[in-house]
């Protein structure tokens, strides 16, 4: 009996050592999934980990996380900022169809915040392996986030968003279907992927209220938003047009039926505000930033704002629209001069 203990340690051990990088990738992707995180944020894990142990293969023979030091990581993220954007990838095959280096960014240095991201994502993978108890200690444990400078978040103003609505030909249904959708966004300040996933049982016409079920929320819990009379209308309009063309369960539905992507109507968007001869890089993600800003701007109240938008918390509301610029902050301080309210 205790021969046979013995020889299944054994053979536990050489198992275990045996156990290359893809290995604990998989094992953890299989978490991530079972944990039911988002698409968006296992394909984020995924890419940054296939990056970095393909690093850690090439340029110093690593080939199990227990051979994973503080050292390796500051080379690497050395080594990423140096090459710049899309000059190192996970698989060489990809570069044949992809054509990075045909990219206008391509080399491009990378931002502190994709850095961050990295680091992140490492940061979440070794504690991992740590309460798995692959490894004694985190390689990560000293590795400090790149104190990134903050970027002004692009303002849209009324000009310009009512020259992007009309660069929209609504005679084709796609463009009439995405004029209904960057409408809804800025009126309610919903994620992208949230209003992209909406169907018709979601809608509440009537209360001009709209349920973003957990399943399609990045805070994995229900919650409501509202839209106004002027969108009520749009919206009806929007559905008695779609049930003209397609029978679907989603709100925005392609042509045939099926849930348009995130990219495809990103795509979209950006030849939308080329015809509109907006110079700004303002994307779909920018309209939910603009409906905070306003949202604040016209003495809404922080906590409602942080309920609307799905933070986890007011603190990331707060620190998420620090950046009202002097403009805002004059307009808002005519409005309370104590003395040209005595007057």
Not at 195 to 202: A, F, M, Q
Request: proline residues 2%.
């Amino acid at each position: 009996m205790y021969l046979t203990k013995g020889v299944f340690f054994v053979m536990a051990n050489l198992l275990k050592s045996k156990k290359d990088l893809e290995f604990y990738l998989e094992d953890f992707m299989e978490y991530c999934s079972l944990k039911e995180l988002s698409r968006k944020t296992i394909n984020s894990y995924e890419s940054t980990l296939m990056l970095f142990f393909k690093y850690l293969k090439e340029e110093h023979m690593v080939a199990n996380v227990t051979e994973v030091t503080f050292e390796h990581i500051g080379d690497y993220l050395k080594f990423t900022k140096e090459r710049g954007k899309y000059s190192y990838v996970s698989d060489d095959k990809t570069v044949a169809y992809n054509h990075p280096d045909s990219r206008k960014d391509f080399g491009k240095p990378i931002s502190d915040a994709t850095i961050n991201n990295y680091i992140r994502n490492m940061k979440v993978f070794f504690n991992y392996c740590l309460d798995k108890r692959y490894i004694k200690k985190s390689p990560m444990e000293k590795v400090k986030f790149v104190k990134a400078k903050r970027k002004m978040k692009e303002e849209i103003s009324d000009l310009e968003f009512k020259a992007l609505i009309k660069a929209i030909n609504v005679t084709i249904y796609s463009e009439y279907r995405d004029y209904t959708i960057i409408q809804l966004i800025f009126d309610t300040g919903m994620r992208l992927s949230e209003t992209l996933n909406l169907k018709l049982e979601d809608i509440d016409i009537e209360r001009r209220t709209i349920l973003i079920p957990a399943e399609i929320n990045k805070g994995k819990k229900d919650r409501y938003v509202f839209f106004s009379n002027t969108m009520s209308t749009i919206l009806k309009k929007w559905l008695q047009y779609k049930d003209r063309y397609c029978t679907s369960e989603w709100l925005f539905p392609t042509k045939k039926g099926t849930i348009i992507t995130a990219s495809n109507f990103e795509r979209n968007f950006r030849q939308y505000r080329e015809r509109a001869g907006i110079i700004k890089n303002i994307t779909p993600h920018g309209l939910r930033n603009n409906f905070a800003k306003r949202f604040l701007l016209s003495g809404g109240d922080i906590f409602m704002l942080s309920k609307i938008l799905g933070h986890s918390s007011v603190t990331v509301t707060e620190q998420a629209y620090l950046d009202v610029t002097m403009t805002d902050i004059r307009k808002s301080y005519q409005r309370y001069s104590p003395l040209e309210n005595m007057k």
